[in-house]
Structure formats: structure tokens, C-alpha cells
């Protein structure tokens, strides 16, 4: 009887270990199966910051274009108003040139000075001497 009671001492000791065996691998098993879970929820996380990175990257992207489209616009109708100021001072220049009542004005001028002072020669038919200049002559 003493062999038997060896024996099963034996078969219990060695079950006892199978059994721990076996839930050592289940539990590794289970951990290689969260691990795995873990590492798709991962890359679903990776490609959801993918996408929000590049979505982001758009949306800067359109600001800048907008931004840069208006500057442009403004710029453009800064250059239009230049642009027209340049040909309104070209059909009408104001820089030598005088207007007729300007004109008028001054000849008034010079008749009331003649009368109190000598009068001033006119420029010779083959000098070329500016208008401008001769009238300020003439108010000097």
C-alpha cells in the first residue's frame, strides 16, 4: 500500500504541475492575444493621427491661400488705381502744364504789375523758352 500511496502522491504532484503548465500557456496565450489587440488598436491609432495630420496640413494650406488671394487682389487693385492715376496724370498733366484759368490769373497779375513797374520783354520769336519759366520771369 505504501507504492500506491507513492504513486498517487507521483500523479498528483505531476498533475498539479500539468495543470499549472497549462495555465502558464493559457495566460500567455491570452497575453499574446491582448498584445496583438493592443499593437491594432495602435495602428488604427497611427493612421487616425495620419489622417488629422493631414486634414490639418489642408486646412493650413487653404488659410495660406486665401490669405495669399487676398493680398493679391489688394495688390492688384493698388496697381489699377496706380495705373489709372498714371494715365489721368497723363491725359491731364499737372506737373508743367497749367490750366486756362491759371493762365488767366497770372496774365491778370502781370497787367497789374506793368502798370507800377517796366515793362518786360517778350522772348524772341527763334528763342524756345518755356512758358512756365517766362511767366515766373514775369512775377519775379
Known amino acids: 500500500m505504501g507504492?500506491?500511496?507513492l504513486v498517487f502522491t507521483m500523479l498528483l504532484i505531476v498533475a498539479i504541475m500539468g495543470i499549472s503548465s497549462?495555465?502558464?500557456?493559457?495566460?500567455?496565450?491570452e497575453q499574446a492575444h491582448a498584445t496583438i489587440a493592443v499593437a491594432q488598436v495602435a495602428q488604427i491609432n497611427a493612421w487616425g493621427n495620419l489622417l488629422?495630420?493631414?486634414?490639418?496640413?489642408?486646412v493650413c494650406l487653404l488659410a495660406l491661400a486665401?490669405?495669399?488671394a487676398g493680398l493679391w487682389l489688394v495688390w492688384k487693385r493698388e496697381m489699377a488705381k496706380v495705373q489709372m492715376a498714371t494715365k489721368t496724370q497723363q491725359a491731364h498733366p499737372q506737373g508743367r502744364g497749367m490750366s486756362m484759368s491759371d493762365l488767366v490769373a497770372l496774365e491778370m497779375l502781370?497787367?497789374?504789375r506793368s502798370?507800377?513797374?517796366p515793362q518786360l520783354m517778350a522772348p524772341q520769336q527763334d528763342?524756345?523758352?518755356d512758358?512756365?519759366?517766362w511767366m515766373e520771369e514775369m512775377m519775379r
Request: charged fraction near 10%; charge should be negative; hydrophobic fraction near 60%.
Open 22 to 29: 497549462a495555465m502558464g500557456a493559457y495566460a500567455q496565450a
Open 66 to 68: 486665401l490669405i495669399a
Open 115 to 117: 502798370q507800377n513797374q
Open 131 to 133: 512758358i512756365t519759366d
Open 127 to 129: 528763342e524756345h523758352v
Open 52 to 58: 488629422v495630420i493631414i486634414i490639418v496640413f489642408v
Open 110 to 112: 502781370r497787367q497789374m
Open 3 to 5: 507504492i500506491y500511496i
